[in-house]
Nanobody, 115 residues
């Protein structure tokens, strides 16, 4: 079982940027496609972005062109660079693998976009 710890969230004005990090324990991390989900207050959790073991990426339409996912397998870390943030990006962001049974969820990291 991989332990996941998200960080990097915060408060930012519209148009600002944040870089989220997800650190995973254990050697299984590098052999799995990883992704970011988010959950806004009163809404269901939604997929944001994913990255395969070979670096192939995918994005939800709502973030395409603004967010970039990357990974550092040597550091067992996945990143989410978020640019041109909008108020509708406000949510708790979580990472996990995207295939197979999900690992235990981390605590997430809060992103708040507001003027």
């Amino acid at each position: 079982q991989v332990q996941l710890v998200e960080s990097g969230g915060g408060f930012v004005q519209p148009g600002g940027s944040l870089r989220l990090s997800c650190a995973g324990s254990g050697s299984a991390f590098r052999f799995n496609a990883m992704g970011w989900d988010r959950q806004a207050p009163g809404k269901e959790r939604e997929w944001v972005a994913s990255i395969g073991t070979t670096g192939i990426t995918g994005y939800a339409d709502s973030v395409k062109g603004r967010f970039a996912i990357s990974r550092d397998n040597a550091a067992n870390t996945v990143y989410l660079q978020m640019n041109n943030l909008k108020p509708e990006d406000t949510a708790v962001y979580y990472c996990n693998r995207v295939t197979g049974t999900r690992w235990g969820w981390g605590q997430g990291t809060q992103v708040t976009v507001s003027s």
